[in-house]
């Protein structure tokens, strides 16, 4: 039978239009597919986890590789969540510690050295609560006199300031070249100040950095300025200290003195404060701009002193302290005491404090007084 003109192109049309639909109806399909697809992903149970970087593919069959069929859907992959893949997390690098207490602090701070009137009539003084290192040097007539170390924390004045001495300058000979503030000195020791590793902040080269208080007789009445003298001074160095948990061993010790032939030093430990405080001539050492004086560190280290061909106004002879060279020391930290031995061999090197079985004696962190007993 044949068949009419009109109806065979009419289904031939027919045949497109299908055709057409069909593919519209997989393209809707499609669209509706890749719009759901993440609020179901978000959308489900507790029960089921989603990869961050899975690939989806609907059940549809599967075409051969590398193509997509008629009747397939195009594998969707989901980006991995940035929330997923954070950077680990990098520790802070611990803060820098002083080379004097173990405690943090600036190490750009300058370094400020402090010769401190200790006879009765300048007590108290100011500022010695904030030294991060105090030395107790013999002085003319059997007295002492103070070397504090400023560097961490700087008071606002201190004092009284007094002159320098010889020992002073080898003292200071490994600290680099740190500030060194003093009244004055006798021209044999200016001479050994000009030539040293030391910036001269004394009353002659800084007058206008000093102050006298009308109040204390002369001479025990000078005062500088902290913050202006530490200016030029160099930064902190190792000068040999070391800090940790105390050794083992070590005997009770609830105080001890170190007598000069006209002066006494006393140290007593303070458990509730954990700390050691200082006495002066039997009476405590205390501080006229902040609380008493004291440190986590005591030591006692016995020096070489002899007579110098210096003397002051009274003709007695000023004695010089060694500070190069070894000897005995005990290590006062945490209520014991630890014996031991020092040793610098020459004026740049650090100084050593050992045990008797080589290892280092440690100190506990804090301020430290050093004690130059004669030996």
């Known amino acids: 039978m044949k068949c009419h003109p009109e109806s065979h192109h009419a289904l031939r049309e027919g045949v497109v239009v299908v055709s057409r639909r069909g593919q519209a109806l997989r393209v809707l399909a499609l669209l509706l597919v890749v719009?759901?697809?993440p609020a179901s992903l978000l959308s489900s149970s507790g029960s089921a986890s989603v990869m961050p970087s899975a690939t989806v593919a609907l059940p549809v069959s599967q075409p051969p590789a590398g193509s997509v069929g008629p009747g397939m859907v195009a594998p969707?992959?989901?980006?991995?969540?940035?929330?997923?893949?954070?950077?680990?997390?990098?520790?802070p690098s611990p803060p820098p510690v002083s080379p004097f207490t173990g405690m943090p602090t600036d190490l750009g701070a300058p370094v400020l050295c402090v010769k401190i009137d200790n006879a009765s009539v300048a007590r108290p003084q100011s500022g010695l609560e904030l030294a991060d290192l105090v030395y107790v040097e013999p002085v003319e007539g059997g007295l002492s006199r103070l070397l504090a170390v400023?560097?961490?924390?700087?008071?606002?004045?201190?004092?009284?300031?007094?002159s320098s001495r010889a020992s002073d300058v080898e003292l200071l000979a490994n600290f680099g070249?740190?500030?060194l503030a003093f009244s004055g000195a006798a021209p044999e020791v200016g001479a050994l100040v000009d030539h040293a590793p030391i910036l001269d902040v004394s009353a002659i080269a800084r007058a206008g950095d000093y102050h006298r208080d009308r109040r204390r007789p002369m001479p025990h009445n000078l005062y500088g300025d902290a913050n202006l003298l530490r200016q030029g001074g160099a930064r902190p160095r190792d000068i040999g200290f070391r800090f940790g948990p105390p050794p083992p061993g070590g005997r009770p010790v609830p105080g001890t003195e170190v007598r000069y032939s006209a002066a006494a030093i006393g140290v007593q430990w303070v458990p509730e404060e954990s700390r050691w405080v200082i006495s002066m001539d039997g009476a405590p050492l205390r501080s006229a701009s902040g609380?008493?004086?004291g440190a986590a560190t005591v030591v006692l280290q016995r020096v070489s002193v002899h007579a110098t061909a210096v003397h002051d106004a009274a003709g007695a002879a000023s004695p010089f302290a060694a500070t190069v060279g070894s000897g005995d020391a005990v290590v006062l930290r945490d209520g014991l005491a630890f014996s031991g031995s020092w040793s610098r061999p020459n004026p740049d090197a650090i100084t050593t404090f050992t045990l008797p079985d080589g290892s280092p004696l440690t100190f506990a962190p804090g301020p430290v007084w050093v004690v130059l007993v004669p030996s």
């Open 35 to 37: 719009y759901a697809l």
């Open 76 to 91: 969707i992959v989901i980006p991995p969540d940035p929330a997923l893949s954070l950077p680990p997390t990098i520790a």
């Open 150 to 162: 400023y560097q961490s924390r700087v008071p606002p004045q201190v004092g009284p300031v007094r």
């Open 177 to 179: 070249r740190p500030a």
């Open 291 to 293: 609380p008493r004086p």
